[in-house]
Antibody, heavy 118, light 111 residues
Framework: EVQLAESGGGLVQPGGSLRLSCAAS????????MHWVRQAPGEGLVWVSR????????NYAGSVKGRFTVSRDNAKNTLYLQLNSLRAEDTAVYYC???????????WGQGTLVTVSS | QSALTQPRSVSGSPGQSVTISCTGT?????????VSWFQQRPGIAPKLMIY???QRPSGVPDRFSGSKSGNTASLTISGLQSEDEADYYC???????????FGTGTKVTVL
């Protein structure tokens, strides 16, 4: 059974930093690209970032490019998202999402809440 | 790039059918047969219901079906049941840079 467990969320002041983690199990983690998707309170889903299976390639939404960094450690079956220069509009639940391997995503974690407020 | 456009809400009585549209552009929905649909109940992570426009993952009832015409994809729920009440989001592969676009979301209410 595929399991994705995010951690690292919390309350941070504007301009601050946070590092999210996602522990994966139940599939060959190193064989799949992985994604982060966020959802602001009461709002819809927004794709944030992607990292290739071997971490050689990364992609970002324009709203986070230059501030967020996605990475992975295949030996530890763990995905990361470094959030820097945080803004109030970054407040959201951040989901770790598995790539389907065919131009889609399939399994989601339960999410971790990031709140940016003074 | 902007989110894909979905109606804010649709509703139907038990047993009826409802259809949710998802409108994009030739650069996303219209350009690829990689449209997915997700169901999200309050406080719960999204669940994949349809992938590759028409395909159902194992365990998803065949009451759920997908289709696409031009730049608009659709999700139809036939034989509506109370447990189908949730938010539904479409998702399309967009490009090697943007990667994925989600829809604005549609709340399905079972009357």
């Amino acid at each position: 059974e595929v399991q994705l467990a995010e951690s690292g969320g919390g309350l941070v002041q504007p301009g601050g930093s946070l590092r999210l983690s996602c522990a994966a199990s139940g599939f060959t983690f190193g064989a799949y690209p992985m994604h982060w998707v966020r959802q602001a309170p009461g709002e819809g889903l927004v794709w944030v970032s992607r990292v290739s299976h071997d971490a050689a390639h990364t992609n970002y939404a324009g709203s986070v490019k230059g501030r967020f960094t996605v990475s992975r450690d295949n030996a530890k079956n763990t995905l990361y998202l470094q959030l820097n220069s945080l803004r109030a509009e970054d407040t959201a639940v951040y989901y770790c999402v598995k790539d389907s391997g065919n131009y889609g995503v399939d399994y989601w974690g339960q999410g971790t809440l990031v709140t940016v407020s003074s | 790039q902007s989110a894909l456009t979905q109606p804010r809400s649709v509703s139907g009585s038990p047993g009826q059918s409802v259809t949710i549209s998802c409108t994009g552009t030739s650069g996303d929905v219209g350009g690829y047969n990689y449209v997915s649909w997700f169901q999200q109940r309050p406080g719960i992570a999204p669940k994949l219901m349809i992938y590759d426009v028409t395909q159902r993952p194992s365990g998803v009832p065949d009451r759920f079906s997908g289709s696409k015409s031009g730049n608009t994809a659709s999700l139809t729920i036939s034989g509506l049941q109370s447990e189908d009440e949730a938010d539904y989001y479409c998702c399309s592969y967009a490009s090697s840079d943007t990667t994925f676009l989600f829809g604005t979301g549609t709340k399905v209410t079972v009357l």
